[in-house]
Structure formats: structure tokens, C-alpha cells
């Protein structure tokens, strides 16, 4: 995360050339830019503080009002990674005292909290990024202190204890089979790490080479898949990025495998605006020089502010899917399951808002992970909740047979309410119901209001495709191809067992969520 981002402003305003002020070719975000395979976006959340607040007694609800597992709630909402920080000797609270007199939680960001957390996401099949901040508190720009453990060290043990304490991390992941997918040396390096030694603002790259390159082959060492990250901040800033990888990789080797960047526009608007261009340009440029995947490591907006940050996080993935040949990879929020209420920082950019002492909800601003066609994965099936009722769509009494009724009915876990989402052709697909194989049907090809909703065996008719559609408040609509009306429920009612049917758009009940069952 980006600390003492105040003081910070200052230094970069110095140091790099501004947005509004930066020449950079004309780049417009389109998702059709990108050429190649295509890969799965990584919609990814950083939860650092997420064992910590439990122990503190937070919970998370979801939209019932039931506690829940707020990793479990995450992958619902789509999130499908996440990135976990460890520090070499944190203090015992697990609580930080800043330069400037306030305090932070860190999270439980040793070894052991480290392979807690990586145990519980790895066993949801989720993938998994770790951060090593080569301190035993959050390294940012502005403070890169070295491990109290480490503070004698000459330049060559800092080489090996960068080495050594990388392996060892990595070997003990591997020892609970996790291999993670990705691994930061660093957290946001702009200016270097292990200050003073490892700094770069003198333009010498040289010792900062050393050491990110010590944990790159570390990590290899044990686990050779594992893609290495090189984390700068300020990912608007175009000629920061160009001059760091000039001097990191043409001028003095550095290793990585993927350039990743912060992006706060919240902290950095009071000078350079809204710059999403300037990082959809750098993402871009970066990817083709380079021949290296891009991903934004860290990014948030204001909880207050849930419409706004879904907007910037698909900006953001608009962006990343614009960068040639799928090297644009994914996304990590940082960090969603926080609210400013449960913070002693009271640290504002969080995705989650407070309903009661210690318990929160996620916010609309996650659905923005949802709204992707890449999101309905025919391999995995979803619920189907109406967002008016709070209640899904169920096939009546659990039937296989043809030309039963669709309702909607509270949530029991059953196969009856769980669905496939598998495409025929375009935007269209057809609806599967994982007990009965049968797919959703408007009966009779009705092009009614209030045309009844039924399964049947899938024929190829046009009036069993639907079209999936996201609201700007990151619902969905569930249009039927024939008869161009969408999903809903009869009279807009909330009752177990009222019809579900076609309606016009709207209509309360035509919105809808789509929760990630398995």
C-alpha cells in the first residue's frame, strides 16, 4: 500500500513528470486491441489484515444478513486471487507505530500468519500472489527500513540475506504444497529498497540490481513457475517507469517476469488528475518493450464511494485487456474486507460498509469483478439471485421433468438452484441447471409481460438463450433473445415460490446478482 501518501505526493511531484504535463501518444482503451489467446483475468484482492481483524472479532454478511467466510464472500463476488505481504520480524501486536505518530495494524504477516491465510485461499482454489517487503513493517517510496536483524549487514550479506530469507519463505510454502503463482520482490521499489544502500535516486541502479535480483533467483530456486514481480507505484507516471526499467533491466540486467504498478486516484488527483489513460498507455508500453506481463498490484477509491470505484476497477480492466497479446493480466484490490470503522488509521479506500459493531458487507463495488463474459465460466456453476427478494431461482420441487415451473425460493445449498452459464454464440447462452440438465424456457414462445419461465430439454430455440448484461450499479439483466424481455418475478413479489418470468426491464425484481457456487 501506498503510506504516507501526503509526504509522498511532495516527492513524486519532484521526481516525476506529472500527467497533466506528460506527452504520450494517443491511446484509446479498447478491449478489442488485444491480440492472442485468451487468458483468464486475475480479479484479485490483497487481505492482509484478514486473520487479524478475525481475531478482533470482525465479521463479514453477505446479502441475507448471514455471516459468512469473508474469502469464501470474496470468490463469490468473483475474486479469484489474492496477495499476501510477509515481513522478516514484525512486532509481536502486529501493530505498527508510523513516522508520523499514528499507528497501523500489519496484519499477521509472519511466517506462520503468512501460511495460514495462503492454506485457507489455496484450499478454495484460488490463486496467490506473496509480497516481501524485506522489512519487518510496510515498505513503501518513502520508507524501505531494513530488518532489525538485518541493520549491521555489509551490501554483500544483505545480498544473501535477501537470498536466504526468500528461500526460506518459499520453502516453507512449498512445504504445504502452495507454489504461488506470483511473487513480489519488493513493495513499490520506485526509489529502491533496503534504504540507504539499496537506494536509486542518485540514478545508480547498481546495489537495488543486487538485491531484486537475489530474490528473483531465490524464488526460481524453489519454485521455477513462479512468475516474479517488480511493484513501482504511481502507475500513471510515464516517465518514472521508462526510467526505472532503462536503468533496472537494459542497463543493468535486472530479472523479472511481470512489471506491476500502484494506482491510487484518490492520492494522486489533487495533482495529476484522472490519468487511467496514462497507465492504460504505460501498461501497454511497458508489455511491448519488454516483452513482460503487466498487472496493477494495488488499487482502491473511497468506500463512501462504491459507484465510483466499481468504475475505476473496470476501467482498469479495460486496460489491461486493451495491452497487446494478453499480457495484461489481472488486477488486486487493496484491500476490500476493511472498513475505516475497524482501522486505527481509519484507512478509507476499503470496499466493505459497516452494519453494526464489527460486522460489514461488501459493497456494489466488487460486481465490477462480475461483469466480464470471462466471469460465466462454463465450467463452474452460479446462483441466480434476485436482488429485489434476496432469493433465488429454483426449479419447483426439485423436478427433472420438462415444463416445470422456474420460481424463486431462500437459498438452501440445493442443485435445484444452481445453474451453468454456457455460450452458444455471441453474447447469448444457454441457462443449465446442474440437477435437472435441463435449461431455462419462455413456454410456448411467449413474447409476453409476465410469460412464464419453465425447463426444458435445450432444442437450439431462440426463446433458450439469454443475454447477460450488466447495470451501471453492477447487477445483471437476463434478457431473453425471442422475445427481448428479461428475467424477473411475477408482481415483484418476495414470496417463496412466486413465479419467475419475462418482464420489461423495469421492473425491481429484472435485476439480479450472479454468486460463483463451485
Known amino acids: 500500500m501506498e503510506k504516507n501518501r501526503k509526504r509522498m505526493c511532495a516527492i513524486i511531484i519532484l521526481a516525476i513528470t506529472i500527467c497533466a504535463s506528460t506527452v504520450i501518444p494517443d ?16 480479479y484479485g484482492a490483497d487481505i492482509g489484515f484478514l486473520s487479524q481483524l478475525e481475531s478482533q472479532g470482525v465479521q463479514w454478511i453477505d446479502d441475507a444478513g448471514n455471516t459468512r467466510d469473508a474469502l469464501v464472500l470474496l470468490k463469490e463476488k468473483g475474486v479469484n486471487a489474492v496477495r499476501l505481504r510477509v515481513f522478516v520480524k514484525p512486532p509481536e501486536n502486529f501493530i505498527w507505530t508510523k513516522p508520523d505518530g499514528t499507528t497501523c495494524l500489519l ?79 519488493g513493495n513499490e521499489v520506485s526509489y529502491g529498497m533496503l534504504y540507504p544502500s539499496g537506494s536509486n535516486q542518485t540514478n545508480d541502479f547498481t546495489q537495488l540490481t543486487k538485491y531484486l535480483n537475489s530474490g528473483y533467483d531465490a524464488v526460481k530456486s524453489v519454485s521455477p513457475d513462479t512468475k516474479v514481480v517488480t511493484h513501482l507505484t504511481h502507475g500513471s507516471g510515464v516517465s518514472h517507469f521508462a526510467w526505472f526499467f532503462e536503468n ?15 494506482y491510487y486516484p484518490y492520492w494522486t488527483s489533487a495533482y495529476d488528475g484522472d490519468c487511467i489513460e496514462n497507465v492504460a ?51 488486486f484490490y487493496w484491500e476490500p474486507e476493511v472498513h475505516s470503522s475497524i482501522l486505527p488509521d481509519g484507512y478509507t479506500l476499503g470496499a ?21 463474459p470471462d466471469f460465466l465460466n462454463a465450467n463452474c ?22 415444463g416445470v415451473q422456474i420460481e424463486q425460493y431462500g437459498y438452501g445449498d440445493w442443485a435445484s438452484q444452481k445453474w451453468r452459464f454456457e455460450k452458444i454464440e455471441g453474447d447469448y447462452y444457454k441457462i443449465v441447471n446442474n440437477n435437472s440438465e435441463k435449461v431455462l424456457d419462455v413456454k410456448g414462445l411467449s413474447t409476453a409481460e409476465n410469460g412464464e419461465v419453465i425447463q426444458n430439454d435445450y432444442n437450439d430455440g ?34 417463496d415460490g412466486a413465479w419467475v418470468v419475462q418482464m420489461s426491464g423495469q421492473s425491481d425484481s429484472s435485476n439480479w446478482f450472479l454468486l460463483l457456487s463451485d
Not at 248 to 262: A, E, L, P, R, W
Not at 385 to 402: C, I, L, P
Not at 466 to 495: A, P, V
Request: charged share 20%.
Open 107 to 185: 496484519g499477521y504477516a509472519d511466517t506462520q500468519g503468512l501460511l495460514y491465510t495462503a492454506k485457507r485461499a489455496n484450499d478454495l482454489g484460488m490463486k496467490i500472489m506473496v509480497v516481501f517487503h524485506y522489512s519487518d513493517h510496510f515498505a513503501d517510496p518513502l520508507i524501505q527500513d531494513i530488518p532489525s536483524e538485518w541493520e549491521d549487514a555489509s551490501t554483500s550479506e544483505l545480498e544473501q540475506y535477501v537470498y536466504d530469507y526468500t528461500e526460506y519463505i518459499m520453502a516453507q510454502l512449498a512445504g504445504e504444497n502452495i507454489y504461488p503463482e506470483w511473487v513480489q520482490v
Open 352 to 372: 466493505a460498509e459497516t452494519t453494526g459493531n464489527k460486522k460489514l458487507h461488501f459493497t456494489s463495488a466488487l460486481n465490477a469483478f462480475q461483469s466480464d
Open 281 to 331: 498507455y504505460n501498461l501497454s508500453k511497458m508489455a511491448s518493450q519488454y516483452d513482460k506481463e503487466v498487472m496493477i498490484c494495488e488499487t482502491g477509491e473511497l468506500e463512501s464511494n462504491p459507484t465510483g470505484t466499481y468504475d475505476l476497477l473496470r476501467k482498469e480492466v479495460n486496460a489491461l485487456k486493451a495491452v497487446p497479446n494478453n499480457k495484461g493480466i489481472g488486477v
Open 381 to 402: 456453476s452460479y446462483e441466480i439471485m434476485n436482488t429485489y427478494s434476496q432469493k433465488a431461482v429454483n426449479v419447483a420441487n426439485g423436478s427433472s421433468e420438462n
Open 462 to 495: 431462440w426463446n433458450q438463450q439469454w443475454k447477460i448484461s450488466t447495470t451501471e450499479s453492477g447487477k445483471y439483466k437476463i434478457q431473453n433473445r425471442w422475445s427481448g424481455l428479461y428475467l424477473g418475478i411475477m408482481n415483484n413479489s418476495t414470496d
Open 27 to 42: 491511446f484509446a482503451i479498447d478491449v478489442q486491441a488485444a491480440t492472442g489467446e485468451s487468458n483468464e483475468m486475475i
Open 248 to 262: 533496472f533491466i537494459t542497463q543493468c540486467g535486472g530479472k523479472t517476469d511481470v512489471i506491476g504498478m500502484s
